[in-house]
Every structure is written in C-alpha cells, then in structure tokens.
C-alpha cells in the first residue's frame, strides 16, 4: 500500500511539472508594462524589396535622461514612393553612470509617433550599477507604408534614468 502512494504522489508531481511546462513560461516586460508569453509567434517575412536608401544618425555627446522613454535623435523626414515602402531602424546605444540596481532599459522606433513592430520599447537588459557603459541594440521594421512623406525617430526607456553616450542608428528605405 504504501509503495503505491509513493508512486502515486511521484505520479502526480511529475503531471504538475509537465503541465507547467507545457504550459510556456510568462515573464513580466517592464519597460511594455505587461506579461510576456515566450512562445514562438509566427514570422512575418518580407520578400522581394530593394535598398532605396540608408540614413545613419551618430552621436557621440552625452546627456543624462530621465525615467521613461527619451528621444535619442531628432526625427527624420523621407518620402515613400509610389506602391508604398518598408523601412527598417537598426538601433544602437550606450547607456551607463547609474548606481541603481535593476534599472531596465528598452529601445523603440516610431513610424509617424507610432511605435514600430514590435509594439512598445522591447527590454534589451539592465543598466550595469557600477557606473560603468554597456551597449545595447535592437531592430525594428515596417512594411506596408503608404506613399508619402513620413517621420522616424528613435527612442530609449529606462527604469530610472542613465546617461547616454554614442549612439549610432541605421534607418533604411526598401521599395518593391
């Protein structure tokens, strides 16, 4: 009787931990202010579009930020032509001289003052609190832009501010 409740309990952790596994793990994004599913999401591929053009904004100066999401350049303006366009910002920056532990950073792109794919400013780590620099990069695209002229612009979020030091950003035209 007993070895059966033995089993029976192994049984039951064992069916508990598969479930949760089985299950996708959540994690908390803060700089999205929501809860994550980790799962794979299905890929949107972009075939058949030519480089029209490429814009690269580096700084090189430092400012200190605040909390929140902070404009790293100034926007840029370009015209998408007929048949419509993608564009892609590839964005890079240095962010340090903070003593605050777990002080989160996110980067984001907008198209127009909306955020590009994937919506919101996506965590890309913490802030070393040792007053030291570390570089953090994320890469946004768009496809389906109407004609016309437009805005992109890039930004960083922190938990509780840093200074921020170079930054280079590559912003790229695609059309059909």
């Known amino acids: 009787m007993r070895t059966h409740f033995k089993l029976a309990i192994v049984a039951s952790?064992?069916?508990?931990f598969a479930a949760g596994l089985a299950a996708g793990t959540i994690h908390w994004n803060?700089?999205?202010?929501?809860?994550?599913?980790?799962k794979a999401s299905p890929q949107t591929q972009i075939f058949n579009r030519k480089l029209s053009s490429t814009t690269i904004n580096v700084g090189t100066n430092f400012?200190?930020?605040?909390?929140?999401?902070?404009?790293?350049?100034?926007?840029l303006?370009?015209?998408?032509?007929?048949?419509?366009?993608?564009?892609?910002?590839e964005v890079h920056v240095q962010l340090g001289l903070n003593t605050i532990s777990g002080n989160g950073a996110g980067l984001?792109?907008?198209?127009?003052?909306?955020?590009m794919p994937p919506q919101g400013c996506p965590s890309?780590?913490?802030?070393?609190?040792?007053?030291?620099?570390?570089?953090?990069?994320?890469?946004?695209?768009q496809s389906g832009v109407t004609a016309g002229k437009h805005t992109l612009q890039s930004f960083v979020f922190t938990d509780d501010g840093a200074r921020r030091a170079s930054y280079v950003i590559n912003y790229r035209l695609y059309t059909p």
């Open 13 to 16: 952790a064992l069916t508990i």
């Open 63 to 75: 400012q200190d930020i605040g909390s929140g999401v902070v404009a790293i350049d100034s926007p």
């Open 124 to 141: 890309v780590g913490t802030i070393p609190a040792d007053e030291s620099f570390a570089a953090y990069s994320y890469e946004f695209a």
């Open 30 to 38: 803060k700089a999205l202010n929501t809860a994550v599913d980790e």
């Open 108 to 115: 984001c792109s907008a198209l127009d003052g909306s955020n």
């Open 77 to 89: 303006t370009f015209t998408c032509p007929p048949g419509g366009c993608t564009v892609a910002a």
